[in-house]
C-alpha cells in the first residue's frame, strides 16, 4: 500500500506561482511513477504531469513550459512547481503512483492504484 498526501494548494491570481506537493509513505518510492492530475468543475479527470521511476517527465500540453515535476527520493516526496498560473489551470489537482508504470502509460489515471485526497488550486483573472 501507498498512501500519498498532497499540500500547497490555495487562491492565487494569474501569473503567479505555486508549488504543490505530495508526501508518499509505504513501499519504495523510488519504483514508482508518479503523476499529477486535475479535475475542474463539470470536467473530466485530465492529465498534467508525470515522472517515472527512471526520472523521465512527461507533461500535458496546456502545461508544458509553465510547470515543472520533480522528485526527491530522499524525501519520498514528489513536487509540481506551477508558473505562469492561468485562470484555466483552477482544478483540484490529485497525486497518483503506480509501481513501476511504464512511459507509454503515464497520462491514463486509471493506470494508477493510489491516489491521494487532491488539493484545490483556484487562479483568479
Known amino acids: 500500500q501507498v498512501q500519498l498526501v498532497e499540500s500547497g494548494g490555495g487562491l492565487m491570481q494569474a501569473g503567479a506561482s505555486l508549488r504543490l506537493s505530495c508526501a508518499a509513505s509505504?513501499?519504495?518510492?523510488?519504483?514508482?511513477?508518479l503523476g499529477w492530475f486535475r479535475q475542474a468543475p463539470g470536467k473530466d479527470r485530465e492529465f498534467v504531469a508525470a515522472?517515472?521511476?527512471?526520472?523521465?517527465?512527461y507533461y500535458a500540453d496546456a502545461v508544458k513550459g509553465r510547470f515543472t515535476i520533480s522528485r526527491d527520493n530522499a524525501k519520498n516526496t514528489v513536487y509540481l512547481q506551477m508558473n505562469s498560473l492561468k485562470p484555466e489551470d483552477t482544478a483540484v489537482y490529485y497525486c497518483?503512483?503506480?509501481?513501476?508504470?511504464?512511459?507509454?502509460?503515464?497520462?491514463?489515471?486509471?493506470?494508477?492504484?493510489?491516489w491521494g485526497q487532491g488539493t484545490q488550486v483556484t487562479v483568479s483573472s
Open positions: 515522472i517515472t521511476f527512471i526520472g523521465g517527465t
Open positions: 509505504g513501499r519504495t518510492f523510488s519504483d514508482y511513477t
Open positions: 497518483a503512483a503506480d509501481h513501476l508504470l511504464r512511459s507509454r502509460d503515464v497520462s491514463t489515471a486509471i493506470k494508477y492504484d493510489y
